[in-house]
């Protein structure tokens, strides 16, 4: 029935039935997608970001440290409270 | 467990078992056949001998997939009887006797009680009166049918299209595409369920390949697909349908698991 509207110049030309056509290209059946295998990149990813992460940590923490570092090495001047509390046992 | 639980492992398990069901077995146990339309059209108003005789026609179709209506219209000269198939227009009558068989016939009868006895489907082929045509299809058909392991379930029953018995038959499956009463070749039908026709293989068309394609399309595996979308048509037949016998086609799956398909 699907053939009525469908023209043809010759039998030859004829158009097979559409059940057939169906049934030859597999489209009868549900067609389940097509499952295809991609490059697994995770491992990489996991790779870099856990590297990115120990770099920033390392730095972060040199940063710190040298900052920390740097304070501990300066004379520290005497506060003001501590002219309050010599001026308060005098 | 539960009356529910069991209810539901019931319900689960046949729901299973319908998406294995094939092809020709769903459809005969559970597709029920279309109805044709037979309308009488008339001018005058109907005179009581009609009415009568319309009403012992209808009471012998009763149980055929046609609907018998009577329609008064103006813009006709004599009273005539059409036929129709999803509103498609297959045949017109133009007096009562012409209606005779027009639901049962021999051949019918004989496709209807192999298909009511388990066989896979019934391979029709509509001769075109060609000898030398008719002969050359019959045998791919014979040689690829028995070449087939379901060959033994699949009756292969020839028509002759000038079989004035099968008149009413061989017009409707001329009918099952709309170009085919203008086409003089051999045409081989595949009728399965209950009387569905394929749109038919013809002329070069009846090939190994494609009668293999046929058998493929009766065995596979019922999809939703097929279900909501059956192809070819019915045939106007008045017969029962109920409990046809079990499936051949499984005990064949069965016994050779490398035939399936899906």
Redesign the interface.
């Known amino acids: 029935?699907?053939?009525?509207t469908i023209r043809y110049d010759s039998?030859?030309a004829?158009p097979?039935?559409?059940?057939?056509t169906d049934?030859?290209d597999g489209?009868?059946?549900?067609q389940p997608p097509k499952l295809e295998m991609k490059e697994d990149r995770s491992l990489n990813v996991s790779f870099i970001i856990t590297g990115a992460f120990i770099l920033l940590t390392v730095i972060l923490l040199t940063v710190y440290l040298l900052h920390k570092k740097k304070r501990s090495d300066t004379p520290s001047q005497p506060s003001p409270r501590g002219k309050e509390s010599a001026r308060f046992f005098e | 467990m539960k009356p529910v639980q069991i209810k539901t492992i019931i319900l689960a398990g046949l729901l299973s078992l319908a998406c294995t069901t094939k092809v020709s077995e769903w459809v005969l146990l559970n597709s029920l056949p279309d109805k044709y339309l037979l309308v009488l059209y008339h001018k005058t108003p109907l005179t009581e001998s009609v009415r009568n005789q319309n009403r012992e026609f209808s009471e012998k179709i009763s149980s055929a997939n046609v609907v018998f209506r009577t329609l008064s219209r103006e813009n006709i000269v004599e009273p005539y009887y059409a036929l129709y198939y999803?509103d498609r227009l297959f045949s017109e009558y133009h007096n009562y006797s012409e209606l005779e068989g027009i639901a049962f016939s021999p051949l019918r009868n004989k496709i209807a009680a192999e298909l009511m006895s388990g066989k896979l489907g019934v391979m029709l082929y509509l001769k075109c009166g060609n000898e030398e045509k008719d002969e050359r299809g019959l045998k791919i058909i014979r040689n690829t049918v028995s070449s087939s392991p379901f060959g033994e379930i699949i009756p292969v029953i020839e028509l002759g299209r000038n079989n004035p018995e099968e008149k009413h038959l061989v017009s409707m499956l001329l009918n099952?595409?709309?170009?085919l009463k203008d086409?003089n070749?051999p045409m081989l039908f595949g009728v399965f369920g209950r009387f569905r026709v394929?749109?038919?293989?013809?002329?070069?068309?009846i090939s190994e390949e494609?009668i293999d394609?046929?058998i493929?399309?009766l065995t596979?595996?019922c999809?939703?697909?097929?279900k909501d979308d059956l192809?070819?048509?019915n045939i106007l037949f008045d017969g029962s349908w109920e409990n046809p016998l079990p499936a051949m086609a499984n005990r064949i799956l069965d016994e050779n698991p490398e035939l399936l398909h899906?």
């Open positions: 029935m699907e053939q009525d039998l030859e004829r097979l039935p559409k059940w057939l049934q030859r489209l009868n059946t549900y | 999803n099952v595409e709309s170009d086409i070749e394929l749109e038919p293989l013809l002329a070069k068309g494609n394609l046929m493929d399309f596979a595996d999809s939703c697909l097929i192809p070819g048509i899906h």
